[in-house]
């Protein structure tokens, strides 16, 4: 069954770098989501995007965040000068009728 | 603004006992409500998708329930197993939106 993959799984940077998470929805999938949980906490609805632009985004998607599809299987979130404070897992998701389907998350460690 | 919250925040049960599991959220201008597993350091699955117009969906050993006007979702699991020990999260879209408002979840330990 096709599922939703996300690279790398772990990440560590240090402070104010910038850092590209990667990821490969489901093949006939149209709409694709960003997601975060920091530890201990609830899953954050970031961003979604549809039709190679941002559908919606919550106040959480600053500037600091940016989101493209660069070809046709990928899907990337940008996060400029990172803080301690983005330390979280980063979920990508695409949906299909009205079903999301998660991919296994990238562990995201700001030092 | 949707707020979502989940009781109990753990819990912990011999193997084979029925489970409840409960759901409430603020605003019944719902889209759908989404029950998912998240395992330790891993994503999301989902288990059962209501729409605002059904009462309740049923897969295998689970069962899930809406009342809308009450603000409430059940998630009963039957014959509980050491398998079911995860974190089970509620999502609430609203009307309008394919955005799910996530509660914490419930951290559920079945031991043999």
């Known amino acids: 069954e096709p599922e939703v993959t996300q690279t790398p799984s772990h990440q560590v940077t240090q402070m104010g770098q910038e850092v590209i998470l990667r990821c490969v929805p489901i093949?006939?999938?149209?709409?694709f989501y960003w997601y975060r949980q920091i530890l201990g906490q609830k899953v954050e609805f970031l961003v979604s995007?549809?039709?190679?632009?941002?559908?919606?985004k919550s106040e959480i998607f600053d500037d600091q965040f940016s989101v493209e599809r660069p070809d046709g299987s990928n899907f990337t979130l940008k996060i400029r000068s990172t803080k301690l404070e983005d330390s979280a897992m980063y979920f990508c998701?695409?949906?299909?009728?009205?079903?999301?389907?998660f991919g296994p998350g990238t562990r995201l460690t700001v030092l | 603004k949707q707020e979502v919250t989940q009781i109990p925040a753990a819990l912990s049960v011999p193997e084979g006992e029925n489970l409840v599991l409960n759901c409430s959220f603020t605003?019944?201008?719902?889209?759908?409500l989404q029950w998912f597993r998240q395992d330790p350091g891993k994503g999301l699955t989902s288990l059962l998708l209501?729409?605002?117009?059904?009462r309740e969906q049923t897969s295998g050993r689970l069962n899930a329930s809406l009342d809308k006007s009450s603000g409430r979702s059940t998630l009963y699991i039957a014959a509980s197993q050491p398998g079911d020990s995860a974190t089970y999260l509620c999502?609430?879209?609203?009307?309008?939106?394919?955005?799910?408002?996530f509660g914490r979840g419930t951290s559920l330990i079945v031991h043999p």
């Open positions: 998701a695409s949906l299909r009728g009205d079903t999301q389907y």
């Open positions: 093949s006939n999938h149209l709409y």
């Open positions: 995007f549809y039709n190679n632009e941002i559908s919606e």
């Open positions: 605003d019944s201008a719902i889209y759908n």
């Open positions: 209501i729409q605002s117009s059904q």
């Open positions: 999502a609430v879209s609203s009307r309008g939106s394919y955005i799910p408002t």
